[in-house]
């Protein structure tokens, strides 16, 4: 079912991410230009003069209100905005930020915004698949699986990179790693792919025809090189929210402040035109290896600087692309002396870069490969992908992208692990050979073993072969006390099996805990299958105990010989 909703989520995404790239050229034929027009323009053509200044405070002027009089969901980068939805918002996103976010980041980057489309792209695609997902009866673990299909749809159509946009959403958007979640992200996913043909060019967005053998040497240059690129985005991740913060204390309402912002783009396109807009000539140009070492030192200083200063206003626009020309100008600049061209090590800093940045390693390694269509190059992208990732881990505690979630009090790890609840079965945590309580005896027998031997609050109730008859708690017997059975009584006529809640030695913990909580009970007896003898007993404090056992095999450690001893 998933799967064939995938397939108009998907069509719908491309949809999307067509209009956008339009608004996008027309917002900047208008801004630069004064024209009507959807053809592509470079921003670098302009005749403005001293006039640039004024362009981007006009468009994020723009911004500041749409933000402030339509939806405040639009200010930023877009992923942040889709990992809370789905975490926190039940996957719910509103028809207004469908319309919205792809208008504002149009406005942004046409009037100069040094931003990618990818965030916003990202944001529109999850709003198409999550407003697509709401017209229907499914849960909140559906529709986050249609909203990531969306937005991997879209990042698809913007840049070919259909597999690079199912790891994406697997390594930052899923949170988990389930078929009824990958099939319908991939099905989006190569169903936009064959869309894009149709409404862009084929091909890869970034061709790059280069050919080198992958060498040791090579590969560990290429790991060093991601180490360094590493350190680049911890850097500028770090830069990114103390400029926030800086921003935080200006006296005047947030509306504005995209517009201060604006004023640093304007000043930075002065001193080079290739920091203003999303740059994609600019990539072109650093793989092709024919960037001017004063534009690749301009994309590396002023470009981060003016993007920083932007998207910490609060404007609207993505990482993606401002990350790919940052670490590339630094790969492309380190190039100058190291083996391979300047366009392979721009390459190979660009997927370094966005590893370290965003934390998704498997992502950044096939995104750049596939912009250029270049796959012989993955070793190399993997190693610098890899560095990154160690070095960003190691120094930064979050993301770009989840440090924004954090500092709204909501804090995200970006691991993987399996859960032990599902793969330990309750023979494996359980007390065997519990104490319970025979079904012959006296009320007034278990009245006195409550009051005097009892250790815990509730008891299995067994007949004379060990099958499980009910349960009894110490607040059945003080109840008894006032109204009840007589004492006399015996506690098989005084308890009933039909609602007791019990599980078998082979069922996973989870299964334990689920009806735990569905029922109330603190213990759960655990029976053998057939006979329903009781075999077990297992407590909420059993299971707390596992994760106190995980974390300390994670946690502690211990040499062979010791451990030996």
Not at 166 to 195: D, N, Q, T
Request: glycine share 12%.
């Amino acid at each position: 079912m998933l799967a064939l909703a995938a397939l108009m989520v998907g069509s719908g995404g491309a949809l999307g991410a067509w209009v956008l790239l339009k608004a996008i050229a027309i917002s900047t034929n208008l801004f630069w230009f004064g024209r009507l027009s959807d053809a592509p323009a470079e921003i670098i053509d302009n005749t403005l003069g001293l006039g640039i200044v004024l362009v981007p405070v006009l468009g994020s002027l723009i911004i500041g209100i749409m933000a402030r009089f339509g939806s405040d969901k639009i200010r930023g980068h877009g992923i942040p905005e889709a990992i809370e939805a789905i975490l926190y918002g039940e996957s719910r996103l509103s028809l207004k930020v469908a319309v919205l976010k792809p208008l504002s980041s149009a406005i942004s980057i046409g009037s100069g915004g040094p931003f990618g489309a990818e965030g916003p792209i990202i944001m529109t695609g999850g709003a198409i698949g999550s407003l697509f997902a709401q017209l229907f009866h499914l849960s909140a673990a559906e529709r986050k699986t249609l909203l990531v299909a969306g937005a991997a749809a879209g990042m698809t159509a913007i840049f070919g990179t259909p597999v690079a946009a199912i790891l994406l959403a697997v390594e930052v958007l899923l949170f988990e790693w389930k078929p009824r979640s990958f099939v319908p992200v991939a099905v989006a996913a190569l169903v936009a792919a064959a869309w894009r043909p149709v409404l862009f060019e084929a091909g890869p967005m970034f061709p790059m025809m280069h050919a080198v053998g992958v060498t040791p040497a090579l590969l560990g240059l290429a790991m060093l090189m991601g180490v360094v690129s590493g350190l680049q985005a911890t850097l500028l991740s770090g830069l990114l929210y103390r400029i926030e913060d800086l921003f935080h204390r200006l006296p005047f309402h947030w509306m504005w402040w995209p517009a201060v912002g604006g004023c640093a783009v304007g000043i930075g396109g002065l001193i080079d035109a290739h920091v203003l807009g999303a740059g994609y000539a600019s990539i072109q140009s650093l793989l092709d290896g024919s960037l001017t070492l004063r534009a690749a030192l301009a994309l590396l200083v002023v470009k981060a600087a003016v993007w920083l200063v932007a998207l910490g206003s609060g404007t609207s626009g993505g990482v993606l692309a401002p990350l790919l020309l940052v670490g590339g100008a630094l790969g492309y600049l380190a190039g100058m002396v190291l083996p391979g061209g300047n366009g392979l090590w721009a390459l190979i800093g660009m997927g370094g870069v966005l590893s370290g940045a965003m934390r998704a390693p498997l992502m950044a390694a096939l995104f750049t490969v596939e912009l250029t269509g270049n796959y012989g190059l993955l070793p190399l992208t993997l190693a610098a992908s890899a560095g990154g990732y160690a070095i960003s881990v190691l120094i930064m505690r979050r993301s770009i992208l989840t440090e924004k979630i954090a500092r709204r009090g909501r804090h995200i790890l970006q691991e993987y692990t399996v859960d032990p609840f599902d793969f330990l079965q309750a023979e494996h945590v359980m007390t065997p050979r519990p104490v319970c309580l025979k079904g012959t005896m006296s009320i007034a027998a278990v009245t006195a073993f409550f009051s005097s031997e009892a250790r815990h609050r509730t008891y299995p109730v067994i007949d004379s072969q060990g099958r499980l008859e009910g349960m009894v708690s110490r607040s059945d017997v003080l109840r008894w006390n006032t109204m009840g059975p007589p004492p006399e009584a015996t506690l098989s006529e005084a308890v009933s099996d039909a609602s007791t809640p019990f599980r078998f030695p082979g069922d996973p913990l989870s299964r334990v805990a689920d009806l735990m909580i569905e029922t109330g009970q603190g213990r759960i007896p655990i029976v053998e299958p057939a006979s329903k003898r009781v075999v077990g007993m297992l407590s909420r404090h059993d299971l707390l105990k596992v994760r106190h056992a995980r974390r300390s095999a994670e946690m502690e450690r211990s040499g062979l010989l010791a451990s030996a001893r």
